[in-house]
Protein backbone atom coordinates (compact mmCIF):
# COMPACT_ATOMS: atom_id res chain seq x y z
CA UNK A 1 0.00 0.00 0.00
CA UNK A 2 1.15 3.72 -1.00
CA UNK A 3 0.48 6.20 1.75
CA UNK A 4 0.54 9.99 1.50
CA UNK A 5 2.44 11.66 4.30
CA UNK A 6 1.16 15.62 3.30
CA UNK A 7 2.20 18.78 5.79
CA UNK A 8 4.18 21.64 4.98
CA UNK A 9 7.47 20.44 6.59
CA UNK A 10 8.92 23.84 7.23
CA UNK A 11 11.59 22.75 8.39
CA UNK A 12 11.08 18.94 8.90
CA UNK A 13 11.22 18.31 12.90
CA UNK A 14 12.75 14.87 14.56
CA UNK A 15 8.91 14.21 15.47
CA UNK A 16 7.70 14.32 11.57
CA UNK A 17 11.28 12.17 11.09
CA UNK A 18 9.60 9.55 13.68
CA UNK A 19 6.15 9.43 11.77
CA UNK A 20 8.01 9.35 8.34
CA UNK A 21 10.37 5.89 9.46
CA UNK A 22 7.37 4.45 11.33
CA UNK A 23 5.47 4.89 8.21
CA UNK A 24 7.83 3.52 5.85
CA UNK A 25 7.52 0.61 8.41
CA UNK A 26 4.13 0.04 7.95
CA UNK A 27 3.66 1.29 3.94
CA UNK A 28 5.12 -0.29 1.13
CA UNK A 29 6.05 2.92 0.10
CA UNK A 30 5.39 6.51 1.18
CA UNK A 31 5.65 9.64 -0.52
CA UNK A 32 6.21 12.91 1.88
CA UNK A 33 4.22 15.66 0.05
CA UNK A 34 5.26 19.34 0.62
CA UNK A 35 2.84 21.74 0.47
CA UNK A 36 3.11 24.54 -1.84
CA UNK A 37 1.10 27.03 0.12
CA UNK A 38 0.91 30.52 -1.43
CA UNK A 39 -0.77 31.62 1.77
CA UNK A 40 2.07 31.29 4.07
CA UNK A 41 5.19 32.73 4.22
CA UNK A 42 7.89 30.02 4.83
CA UNK A 43 11.42 29.97 6.52
CA UNK A 44 12.72 28.26 3.59
CA UNK A 45 11.07 27.62 0.37
CA UNK A 46 9.87 24.31 -1.00
CA UNK A 47 12.83 22.66 -2.99
CA UNK A 48 15.06 23.86 0.19
CA UNK A 49 12.48 21.88 2.12
CA UNK A 50 12.90 19.16 -0.15
CA UNK A 51 16.20 18.92 0.18
CA UNK A 52 16.25 18.76 4.03
CA UNK A 53 13.64 15.99 3.89
CA UNK A 54 15.69 13.85 1.31
CA UNK A 55 19.04 14.69 3.22
CA UNK A 56 17.24 13.22 6.29
CA UNK A 57 15.80 10.24 4.51
CA UNK A 58 18.47 8.62 2.85
CA UNK A 59 18.40 5.59 5.05
CA UNK A 60 14.75 5.14 4.00
CA UNK A 61 14.95 2.58 0.55
CA UNK A 62 10.95 3.14 0.09
CA UNK A 63 10.32 6.78 0.29
CA UNK A 64 10.14 9.77 -2.24
CA UNK A 65 9.73 13.00 -1.52
CA UNK A 66 7.97 15.50 -3.43
CA UNK A 67 5.99 18.82 -3.73
CA UNK A 68 1.92 19.57 -4.48
CA UNK A 69 -0.67 22.24 -4.41
CA UNK A 70 -4.18 21.78 -4.22
CA UNK A 71 -6.22 19.43 -2.21
CA UNK A 72 -4.19 16.85 -0.86
CA UNK A 73 -6.70 14.31 -2.07
CA UNK A 74 -6.31 15.34 -5.64
CA UNK A 75 -2.97 14.73 -5.03
CA UNK A 76 -3.02 11.32 -3.72
CA UNK A 77 -5.28 10.45 -6.68
CA UNK A 78 -2.68 11.49 -9.33
CA UNK A 79 -0.38 9.09 -7.56
CA UNK A 80 -2.68 6.23 -6.96
CA UNK A 81 -2.51 6.30 -2.98
CA UNK A 82 -4.95 5.29 -1.17
CA UNK A 83 -3.84 6.28 2.39
CA UNK A 84 -3.08 9.74 3.71
CA UNK A 85 -0.70 9.34 6.69
CA UNK A 86 -0.71 11.76 9.94
CA UNK A 87 0.84 12.24 13.15
CA UNK A 88 -0.99 12.81 16.33
CA UNK A 89 0.78 14.19 18.90
CA UNK A 90 -1.53 15.75 21.73
CA UNK A 91 -5.14 16.13 21.92
CA UNK A 92 -5.58 19.26 20.52
CA UNK A 93 -4.26 18.28 17.04
CA UNK A 94 -7.19 15.63 17.09
CA UNK A 95 -9.90 18.12 16.40
CA UNK A 96 -8.40 19.79 13.59
CA UNK A 97 -6.68 16.10 12.26
CA UNK A 98 -10.21 14.66 12.55
CA UNK A 99 -12.00 17.38 10.72
CA UNK A 100 -9.10 17.52 8.03
CA UNK A 101 -9.71 13.37 7.91
CA UNK A 102 -13.54 13.75 7.52
CA UNK A 103 -13.35 16.87 4.95
CA UNK A 104 -10.90 14.66 2.78
CA UNK A 105 -13.43 11.65 3.38
CA UNK A 106 -16.12 13.61 1.95
CA UNK A 107 -13.71 14.50 -1.46
CA UNK A 108 -12.59 11.03 -1.85
CA UNK A 109 -14.62 7.69 -0.47
CA UNK A 110 -11.71 5.60 -0.89
CA UNK A 111 -8.98 7.79 0.10
CA UNK A 112 -8.54 6.43 4.35
CA UNK A 113 -6.57 8.53 6.78
CA UNK A 114 -4.00 6.95 9.36
CA UNK A 115 -3.14 8.60 12.17
CA UNK A 116 0.36 7.27 13.90
CA UNK A 117 0.96 8.80 17.46
CA UNK A 118 3.98 11.02 17.69
CA UNK A 119 6.80 8.72 20.10
CA UNK A 120 6.54 10.26 23.59
CA UNK A 121 9.39 12.49 23.06
CA UNK A 122 8.60 14.32 20.39
CA UNK A 123 4.76 14.74 21.57
CA UNK A 124 5.43 19.00 22.24
CA UNK A 125 7.45 19.33 19.30
CA UNK A 126 6.20 21.42 16.30
CA UNK A 127 8.10 23.18 13.55
CA UNK A 128 6.88 26.67 14.49
CA UNK A 129 8.67 25.73 18.11
CA UNK A 130 11.71 25.20 16.44
CA UNK A 131 11.69 28.12 14.88
CA UNK A 132 10.64 30.82 17.78
CA UNK A 133 13.54 29.17 19.62
CA UNK A 134 16.02 29.24 17.28
CA UNK A 135 14.98 33.07 16.65
CA UNK A 136 16.04 33.77 20.13
CA UNK A 137 18.68 32.29 19.67
CA UNK A 138 18.12 29.27 21.66
CA UNK A 139 19.72 25.48 20.84
CA UNK A 140 17.50 23.54 18.54
CA UNK A 141 19.79 20.69 17.47
CA UNK A 142 18.09 17.84 19.68
CA UNK A 143 14.87 18.95 17.78
CA UNK A 144 15.39 18.63 14.21
CA UNK A 145 18.18 16.43 12.21
CA UNK A 146 21.40 18.38 12.32
CA UNK A 147 21.78 20.20 8.65
CA UNK A 148 18.55 21.18 9.38
CA UNK A 149 19.38 22.99 12.58
CA UNK A 150 22.43 24.38 10.57
CA UNK A 151 20.25 25.72 8.08
CA UNK A 152 17.91 27.29 10.08
CA UNK A 153 20.67 29.16 12.34
CA UNK A 154 22.69 30.19 8.78
CA UNK A 155 18.43 32.22 8.48
CA UNK A 156 18.55 33.90 11.53
CA UNK A 157 22.39 34.89 11.70
CA UNK A 158 21.56 37.64 10.27
CA UNK A 159 18.18 38.93 12.33
CA UNK A 160 19.77 38.14 15.93
CA UNK A 161 23.01 39.90 17.36
CA UNK A 162 23.28 36.75 19.82
CA UNK A 163 25.03 33.12 19.05
CA UNK A 164 22.55 30.24 19.44
CA UNK A 165 23.23 28.60 22.69
CA UNK A 166 24.04 24.82 21.16
CA UNK A 167 26.47 22.63 22.48
CA UNK A 168 27.65 21.86 19.32
CA UNK A 169 26.89 24.00 16.34
CA UNK A 170 28.58 27.23 15.89
CA UNK A 171 26.92 30.28 14.97
CA UNK A 172 27.29 30.25 10.80
CA UNK A 173 27.64 33.05 8.31
CA UNK A 174 24.63 34.02 6.12
CA UNK A 175 24.36 31.31 3.34
CA UNK A 176 23.63 31.65 -0.52
CA UNK A 177 20.11 31.54 -1.31
CA UNK A 178 18.37 28.44 -3.43
CA UNK A 179 17.08 29.20 -6.27
CA UNK A 180 13.61 28.27 -8.17
CA UNK A 181 11.09 29.42 -6.05
CA UNK A 182 7.85 31.65 -6.27
CA UNK A 183 7.80 32.41 -2.11
CA UNK A 184 8.81 35.04 -0.19
CA UNK A 185 11.28 32.81 2.12
CA UNK A 186 12.87 34.13 5.13
CA UNK A 187 10.24 35.99 6.29
CA UNK A 188 8.07 36.46 9.58
CA UNK A 189 6.17 32.74 10.49
CA UNK A 190 2.25 32.91 9.27
O1 LIG B 1 2.08 20.35 8.24
P1 LIG B 1 0.70 20.94 8.22
O2 LIG B 1 0.76 22.41 7.92
O3 LIG B 1 -0.07 20.61 9.47
O4 LIG B 1 -0.07 20.22 7.00
C1 LIG B 1 -1.40 20.56 6.69
C2 LIG B 1 -1.81 19.96 5.35
C3 LIG B 1 -0.83 20.35 4.26
C4 LIG B 1 -1.87 18.47 5.46
C5 LIG B 1 -3.24 20.49 5.02
O5 LIG B 1 -3.27 21.86 5.17
C6 LIG B 1 -3.67 20.13 3.60
O6 LIG B 1 -3.96 19.00 3.31
N1 LIG B 1 -3.72 21.17 2.73
C7 LIG B 1 -4.04 21.01 1.33
C8 LIG B 1 -5.42 21.58 1.01
C9 LIG B 1 -6.50 20.55 1.29
O7 LIG B 1 -6.47 19.44 0.83
N2 LIG B 1 -7.52 20.97 2.08
C10 LIG B 1 -8.63 20.10 2.43
C11 LIG B 1 -8.35 19.26 3.64
S1 LIG B 1 -8.71 20.14 5.08
Redesign the pocket.
Known sequence: MLAIY?????PITLGHLDIIERGCRLFDQVIV?V?R?PS?TPLFTVPERIEQIRQSTQHLSNLEVDS????????AKLRQANA?L?GLRVLSDFE?EL??AH??KT?SERIETIFLATSNEYSFLS?SLVKEIARFGGPIDHLVPKHVAIDIYKCFAKTHLASPQTTDLAPVPERPRMESTTETPHGQEA
Open positions: PGSFDALNKFDGLTVNYLRMQMTNLS
